[in-house]
C-alpha cells in the first residue's frame, strides 16, 4: 500500500513539471505526424514533375501518366529551378520537365524534347521517364509514319491511329510480384511510425524521469520515508513501481492517441498490452538502475538522451529493422527496442496472437527481471546515501 | 568590458568542472553521430543500380532485340543484368529469393506472336522487398513492348490511310520499313545534376553538432538565472559595473562553449568518423553564426524565464522542437508542402543548407544565405532579448 503512495507520488511529479507536458504529450505525436507527412506514402521513389505552362493537353497526359505507378510518387513542381534543386539536394530521385511547346510541337509534328534531371549516382529512372514518353507518343508516331510512308494527311492519320490504337496488339507485360515484403503495401500512414516512436518514448522517458530518483536521495525525501516504520523494500518497491507507472502513462497515452487519432492498427490488444508491460518493465528497471548510477540530475538528462536515443536508434526505431543488414541486425537485438519492435511487427503485419509474440515476450521478460534485480539491490544501498 | 571577461571566466571554469556541459557538448553528438553513421551507414550509400536477370525462351529477333536493349542499358551502366537463368523457374527463384530485385523472361514464341499479330507477354517477375528496381523492370519492358505496338499500329495506320488498297506484298514493304525504324517525335533529353546532398558520415556528425549546441550554449545563458536564484545577481549589479556587462559576460560564456565544442567535434569526426566537413573558411563561418543565433535564441527564454529550471525546460523545447523541424533525425522540407516551408522556421536547417552547399563543392560565397539566415535568427533572439532586458532590468 505504501509502495503504492510513493508510485502515485512519481505520477504526480511527472504530471506537475510543465516541460513533460511538451516532451510525454505533445513531442510524440508530433513526431509520428512529421514522418507520416514526409513518409506516409511509403518509400516509393520521388520523381519530380514540371509541366510549364502552355504544355496543354497532351502534357499533362503524360504528367498523369508518370504519375500512374504505385512505386514511384510524384512531386509536381512549379519551376524547373525548384524541381533540379530537389534532386540536387536529395529530396527527389529524378526531374522531368515537359516543356512549353510540348502539345504544339507534337500536334506540328515538330520533334520535342523532354528535360530529365538526375544525379549521376541515380540515372535509372530515365527508363521510367522513357516508358511513359514512348506509351504516348505511340499514336502520333504511327500518324507520322504514316504520312511519311503512304502521304497521309497528319490530322486524318492521328484520328486513325488513336481508333486503332487499343485493339492493335497482343504483346503485353505481365508483371507479378513475389517474396514477403518488409513493408506491407497496406501499412497505415502513420503505422510506421507509431510503434517505433512508442518503444523510443517510453524508454527515453524512463530514463530521463530517472532524474527524479536523484531528486528523491538529495532531498533526503529517500531518508525520511526511511526513518518512518516502511522497509528499505517497500521504498524501493514504491521506487520502482513510480519509475513503471511513469512509463506506462507514457505508452498508454501514445497507443490511445494514435488509436484514436489516426486509427493506428496495433492488432491483437492483448498481445499488444503483454508486449507493452514487459517493455515497460525493463525500462522501469532502466531507469531505477540509472538513477541508482548517477550523481545529479543534469547527468541524468544528458545521459538520458544519448542513452534513450542511442539504443533507439540501434534498435530499429530510426530507421526499421528490415533495412538493417545482417550483422547490424544481430546487434540491434542486444536492445530491448528490437524485440519489442518484433513483437509489434508480428501483432501488426501478420495478425499475430499472443502466441506468436512468446519468444519476444519471453526475452523482454528475462531483460526486466535482470535489469531490475541489479537496479533494485542497487538502489536499496544508495538509498540512504547522497 | 573586463567585467564580463571575469564574469565569463568564473562561469567558464565552473563549467569544466562540473561535467555536464562534456556530456551534453561533447560526448553525446559525437556519441549519437557514431551510433546512427553505424546503423545507417551500410544502407543508404552506393549509386542505385537495380539488379535483373534476364531468361530468352524466345527463338527469333524480337526477343535478341529486347536482350540486346537490356544489354545496352546495362553497359551504360543504369542497371545490372546479372543473371542470365535458363527457365521461368529458375528466374522467379532468383526473384524471390532476393538475388535479383527483379527476373525478366521473354516466353517462346514472343517473335512470332508479335509477327502475326497473336498474344504474348513478357514476364516480368518482382521481388517485394524492391518496389523501385520492380518499376524499373515494368517500365523497361514496357517501354520495349510500347516500341513494338507503335510499330504494329504505324503500319495499321499506313494501310488505312492508303485506303485498304494494299496488297500483302505493299504491307510487308510498309512492316519492313515500320521495323527499320519509326520517326522519333519526343526525345528524352537527359541531363546530369550535382549531388547536393551530405554523405551519411558528415550528415550526422553536423546534424548532431548543431542539436547539441544549443543544449551547450544554454548552460551559458542559463548561468544568468542561477546567479539570479541564487542571490549573486543583486550582488553583481552592486558593483560598479554596467548591468549589460553580466549579460555580456554569460553570453560570452555561451559563446566560448559553443565555438570550443563545435571545434572539437569537427575534429574529432573528422578522425574518429571521416566526416568531410568542407572548406573551413565556410565551416568557420557557418559555425559562428550558428553559435550566435543559438546564444541569441536561448537569450531570450532566459529573459523571460523565471527560473533556471524553467528557462532549462524551455530552452530544451525550443531545441527539440526546432531541431525535429529543421531535419535533424529525419529529412523536413521535403516536397512543396506547407511543412517543407516551414522547415525554414529552424536555424538549423539553415546550418545544414549551408554544409550542402560547401559539400557540393560551390564556391565560399554559397553560404551566404545559410550565414545570413542564422544571422537573422541571431539579430532576433537578441534584439527581443536585449529590448526585454533594457525595459525591466535583469535582476526582475
Redesign the interface.
Known sequence: MKALTIAYVALIRLVR???NI??VFI?PI??IV??G???GG?????LGVVVESGAGELGDSLAQSLAM????EV????SEG?A????????A?AAVVIPADYDTS?RN?E????????????????????????????????????V???G?VFD??LV??SN??DG???????????????LPPDIGQFDLGASSQLVLFMFLTGLTGSAAIIETRRLGVASRMLSTPTTAGTVVGGEGLGRFAVVMVQGLYILFATLLLFQVNWGNPLGAALVMIAFGAVCAGAAMLMGTLLR?D??A???G??LG??LA??GGC??PL????DT?QK??HITPHAWALDAFAVLVRDDGTVADILPELAVLTVYAAVVITIAGFRLRRSMSTV | MRAATLIASKDLKLRVR???AF??GI??PL??AF??N???G??AE?????VFSITNLDQGTVGEGFVSVLDE?DAG???DVAERPGSLEAA?QL??D?TVAAAIVIPAGFSE??QS?????????????S??S???A??????F??????A???V???A???GGALTPAEIGR?AE??SAG????????????????LDLATFFAASMSVFFLFFTVSFGVNGLLEERQQGTLNRLLGAPIRSMSIVAGKALVSFVLGIVSMTILIVASSLLLGSNWGNPIGVGALVVAGVVAATGLMMVVAAFAKTPEQAG??M??LA??LG?LGGI?????????L?SYLAYVSPHRWFLLGM?DLA?GDAVSSIIPAVGGLLAFAAVGWGIAIAKFRSTGIAL
Open positions: 513539471d510543465r516541460s511538451f516532451f513531442l508530433a513526431i512529421l514522418i507527412a514526409q513518409f511509403g518509400f516509393a521513389a520521388k505507378s504505385e512505386d514511384v512531386l509536381m513542381f512549379d525548384a533540379v534543386d530537389a534532386v540536387e539536394r536529395g529530396n530521385q507534337i509534328g520533334p520535342v524534347t523532354v528535360g530529365f534531371y538526375s544525379r549521376p549516382d541515380n540515372q535509372v529512372f530515365q527508363t521510367v521517364v522513357q516508358s511513359a514518353v514512348a506509351d504516348q507518343s505511340a499514336v502520333i508516331r504511327a500518324a507520322r509514319f504514316a511519311d510512308n503512304q497521309a486524318e492519320a486513325i491511329a486503332n490504337s492493335v496488339t497482343g504483346i503485353a507485360v505481365e508483371a507479378t510480384t513475389i517474396g514477403e515484403s518488409a545529479n543534469e547527468q538528462a544528458g545521459v538522451v544519448i536515443i542511442g536508434a540501434l530510426m530507421i528490415e533495412f538493417f543488414s547490424m546487434v540491434a | 562540473d561535467r555536464s556530456i551534453v560526448i553525446a556519441g549519437l551510433i546512427f553505424l546503423v545507417l551500410g544502407i552506393g549509386d542505385f543500380v537495380p542499358i551502366g543504369v542497371i522467379e526473384a524471390e532476393g506472336a508479335v499479330g497473336g498474344e504474348s507477354s513478357v514476364v516480368v517477375v518482382t521481388n517485394s522487398d518496389p523501385t520492380g518499376e524499373i515494368r517500365s523497361i519492358a514496357a517501354g513492348v510500347a516500341e513494338i505496338r507503335t504494329q499500329l504505324a495499321e495506320t499506313a488505312i490511310s492508303a510498309v520499313a515500320a519509326l520517326p522519333q517525335v519526343i526525345s528524352v533529353g537527359s541531363f546530369e545534376t550535382v549531388k547536393r546532398e525546460n524551455l530544451a523545447i527539440v522542437g525535429m533525425f529525419f529529412p523536413t522540407g521535403l516536397g512543396t508542402g511543412l550542402t557540393a
